[in-house]
């Protein structure tokens, strides 16, 4: 079974904070995403990376930047948090190499971050 | 644009009787459509997908799923519900307009409470 682990289950955090989120995969996928989750606007893609050293933004980029030095690992930066940015925070990751993908998202259990 | 819809924030059930969450999407050419599950305090399952072929897809969990194409339709369906199934649902479409990338725009959710 793949498995998708985030460093904390719970963070809070001080406005002004540059606040790491980290993300590991087990099953070597090429592509990994980082979503954040709040009440009535479902899951919204904040970066996605298809490689190693590779990314591209996804709908909410603002505010935030992100990290992939080996395929295993996604980390989501907050460079100066701010207090619109308490959410539920999930990554996932996913098989894309050619002729293998099954276009199924694997989820990490989330990081739930406050901001004060 | 490529969007996807949950027009329901909440659908109730009783043990026992069918469920159905519903989910209708637009988007440009032949759409890949999921349906995904998330139980609480946890990250998002998979349940089923439609990449093509039969337009009734099986998937985890007893459940099922119909692509209607004419009503651009993707609706989540169970015969007998259980006070397990109670979770938050989430529709997801792959935004076909990145095209060798993989990304998904997800629906806002519903929430499915069984009562026994």
């Known amino acids: 079974d793949v498995k998708v682990t985030q460093s904390s289950r719970y963070l809070v955090k001080r406005t002004g904070e540059k606040v790491f989120l980290e993300c590991v995969q087990d099953?070597?996928?090429?592509?990994m995403f980082w979503y954040r989750q709040d009440p009535g606007l479902g899951l919204r893609l904040i970066y996605f990376?298809?490689?190693?050293?590779?990314?591209e933004k996804g709908d909410i980029p603002e505010g935030y930047s992100v990290s992939r030095e080996k395929k295993e690992r996604f980390s989501l930066i907050l460079e100066s948090a701010s207090t619109n940015q308490t959410s539920m925070y999930l990554c996932?990751?996913?098989?894309?190499?050619?002729?293998?993908?099954?276009?199924?998202?694997?989820f990490g259990p989330g990081t739930r971050l406050t901001v004060l | 644009a490529q969007s996807v819809a949950q027009p329901e924030d909440q659908v109730n059930v009783a043990e026992g009787n069918p469920l159905t969450v519903k989910c209708t999407y637009s988007?440009?050419?032949?759409?890949?459509l999921f349906w995904y599950v998330q139980y609480p305090n946890r990250g998002l399952q998979f349940l089923l997908k439609?990449?093509?072929?039969?337009?009734l897809v099986k998937g985890s969990y007893g459940f099922e799923a119909e692509f209607n194409k004419s009503q651009t339709s993707f609706h989540l369906k169970k015969p007998s519900a259980l006070v397990s199934d109670s979770a938050l649902y989430f529709c997801?479409?792959?935004?076909?307009?990145?095209?060798?990338?993989?990304?998904?725009?997800f629906g806002t959710g519903t929430r499915l409470k069984v009562l026994a």
């Open positions: 996932a990751s996913l098989n894309g190499a050619t002729g293998l993908t099954t276009d199924t998202q694997y």
């Open positions: 099953m070597d996928h090429e592509n």
């Open positions: 990376s298809y490689d190693v050293k590779m990314k």
């Open positions: 988007v440009s050419g032949n759409p890949y």
């Open positions: 439609y990449i093509t072929g039969d337009n």
């Open positions: 997801a479409v792959r935004d076909m307009r990145y095209s060798g990338t993989y990304k998904y725009i």
